[in-house]
């Protein structure tokens, strides 16, 4: 499996040699806190991107328009998502060489950028009919689809981030 | 108190997850996926409540809509986080960490369905602004801090 990860690892070699990661690798206290401001931010980054996701789905919020509810957590999310990917490169700029050969890593990265392509198809295709049905009952197909791919794919991150340590055990031998 | 701890991680279901080398990595998984859902169901409310949520709708319309997730997840949460205690038990008693999150839990759940609801289900306007917005601070700093003490007795126990 390894030759797999060849053309990256010796970018992640490179970094595992600057200074800045060596200090967060050794550092004894800061980690753990990056890690923490990873979850927190993680919370409020698929909090707002969920809670959207069912009123998509239309199982949830249905009281308020789908637009109302786009608005006003997008600029959360934004928010969030600007920490936890912050702390996210944090965490493997101080250990490259842990997450380079990990599977489970890269799932989660490739599910992350299915998931923009997911959000970006949505927001340049399906909503612009958003006026036809965003207080309706049931949103259209389209968005449907989109909202179940965001909830699959961010899940998938989310499970994949709690999984990368158990990577070492579970796939190598 | 700890003869009572070190006797749940002897139950043969604590020692049955202790022994697989999947299912508390899973439960831990979906802990956290139910953590979002949790999440984003009290940050609905409280985001409305802070006056930067859905402000054209009343409060008390989000909470209603809010309500089945964030009841939902808490059940989750706790189907998920029992057996991780139940694993750990004797490591859990000793973790500062863990006594905190419990005691920050206790109060973030009595505050949610007691003050929290109380104002949350107000008709518009009975409560100010500034209720309304440390209600959801309140509110916040408590359920983050559970998050923070949660994520904490990895690390330091």
């Not at chain 1, 249905?62 to 006003?72: I, K, L, N, W, Y």
């Not at chain 2, 022994?19 to 409310?45: D, P, R, T």
Request: aromatic share 14%; with cysteine.
């Amino acid at each position: 499996m390894a030759e797999m990860f060849a053309p990256v690892q010796s970018l992640f070699m490179w970094v595992s040699e600057f200074e800045s990661s060596i200090a967060l690798r050794e550092s004894q206290y800061v980690m753990p806190w990056v890690f923490v401001f990873h979850v927190v931010s993680m919370c409020m980054f698929a909090g707002t991107i969920l809670m959207m996701d069912l009123r998509l789905l239309g199982v949830g919020y249905m009281q308020t328009p789908f637009s109302q509810v786009q608005r006003r957590l997008f600029p959360w999310q934004i928010a969030a998502m600007v920490v936890s990917s912050m702390t996210g490169l944090a965490l493997v700029w101080g250990n490259p060489m842990n997450y380079v050969t990990n599977i489970i890593f890269w799932v989660k990265m490739v599910a992350m950028g299915i998931a923009g392509l997911n959000a970006m198809a949505f927001h340049f295709i399906t909503e612009y009919t958003v006026i036809d049905w965003d207080a309706g009952k049931t949103p259209p197909s389209g968005a449907r689809l989109a909202g179940w791919l965001s909830i699959i794919l961010w899940v998938n991150v989310v499970v994949a981030g709690r999984l990368m340590p158990y990577a070492l055990t579970w796939f190598r031998s | 108190m700890e003869q009572y701890f070190v006797d749940i991680a002897q139950w043969s279901v604590s020692r049955a997850i202790n022994e697989s080398s999947w299912i508390f990595a899973v439960v831990q998984a979906f802990h956290l996926v139910s953590l979002g859902f949790l999440a984003g169901s009290l940050l609905m409310v409280d985001l409305r409540l802070l006056g930067r949520g859905f402000s054209q709708q009343p409060t008390a319309r989000v909470a209603r809509d809010a309500r089945p997730w964030l009841i939902g997840s808490m059940v989750a949460m706790v189907l998920t986080g029992v057996p991780q205690f139940i694993s750990l038990a004797t490591k859990e008693y000793e973790s500062p960490y863990f006594r905190w999150k419990m005691l920050m839990l206790l109060i973030a759940f009595i505050f949610t369905f007691t003050i929290r609801k109380q104002v949350a289900y107000a008709p518009e306007g009975r409560f100010g602004g500034g209720i309304s917005k440390a209600v959801a601070l309140v509110s916040i700093g408590l359920w983050t801090s559970v998050a923070i003490n949660g994520r904490l007795i990895g690390f330091f126990s």
